[in-house]
């Protein structure tokens, strides 16, 4: 038997700049299920993406969904991309089996946590206060923007595509004492300890940076950010609090867990040679 994808509308060009197409899978010309691919409107044109995949019930467990996603990579080949990426839900485990044997790797997770009503209490001594508009400027300078590109780089994204990512990220970011973000400071009796950089979404609050100052790592102050960021979160009225994690990173990844994060997302990825 031969599966094959069958386009169902013509290449589709969004103004975002992206390009998708619908197809169906056919094994010797019945349809048995439907995929979706395009490309990424964060990395660019050389990214491609597996929207959604889909392979009828009675036609499961055949090798149908692997067959396809292989031939969604001669697709994307064909688009010039070079990286193709997943999005796949971290209760579908048969998914992430799936697209692990066909040589995806965990890129990075999305985790989230359901706040209580009572904001927690920092440890005794420790205080969030405003950044002033010198660290501000401080802190997202050049060197924070050249290590957000490390985080890409280093994880497989093609350089070009991970510098026009930050370039957006960067022309997209809110300016000091923007509305629904809370830059904050972290201090313990005076001593500064690290930084938080917390946006408050329509839906829910969500946690764009944490760093703890490189003299005071290794002593707990990371927890102690998170705890502002759930104050923040819960003050300003949300009872979600999201967040991104790097996979790789397990520190921050254990350090989530015990705070009661659970996984919501596993974006992998795979070069295209």
């Not at 209580?116 to 969030?128: F, I, M």
């Not at 400027?137 to 026009?164: I, K, L």
């Amino acid at each position: 038997m031969t599966t094959t994808l069958r386009p169902t509308e013509p290449l589709q060009h969004a103004a975002d700049g992206t390009r998708s197409r619908h197809y169906q899978v056919c094994v010797n010309s019945r349809p048995v299920g439907t995929l979706h691919l395009g490309t990424s409107p964060a990395l660019g044109d050389s990214v491609a993406r597996v929207l959604d995949l889909r392979v009828d019930e009675r036609d499961r467990r055949r090798g149908r969904g692997t067959v396809a996603a292989l031939a969604a990579e001669e697709v994307a080949r064909g688009w010039g991309c070079r990286v193709i990426e997943i999005a796949v839900p971290a209760d579908a485990g048969a998914a992430l089996r799936l697209v692990e044997a066909l040589g995806y790797l965990p890129r990075n997770r999305g985790m989230h946590k359901h706040l209580p009503d009572t904001p927690p209490v920092l440890p005794e001594g420790s205080r969030g206060r405003p950044m002033t508009d010198a660290e501000w400027r401080a802190h997202f300078g050049p060197e924070h923007w050249e290590a957000y590109t490390r985080s890409w780089t280093g994880r497989g994204v093609p350089e070009a595509a991970a510098r026009a990512k930050v370039r957006r990220d960067r022309e997209a970011a809110p300016g000091f004492g923007a509305k629904n973000v809370r830059f904050s400071v972290l201090e313990h009796q005076g001593t500064r300890l690290g930084t938080l950089y917390l946006g408050l979404r329509e839906q829910e609050a969500f946690v764009y940076d944490v760093q703890v100052d490189p003299a005071h790592r290794g002593h707990g102050h990371g927890r102690t950010l998170m705890l502002l960021a759930e104050r923040q979160a819960i003050e300003a009225g949300h009872r979600t609090l999201a967040l991104n994690v790097f996979a790789g990173n397990t520190p921050a990844e254990r350090l989530y867990t015990s705070l009661g994060y659970e996984h919501t997302v596993c974006v992998l990825q795979k070069p295209l040679l």
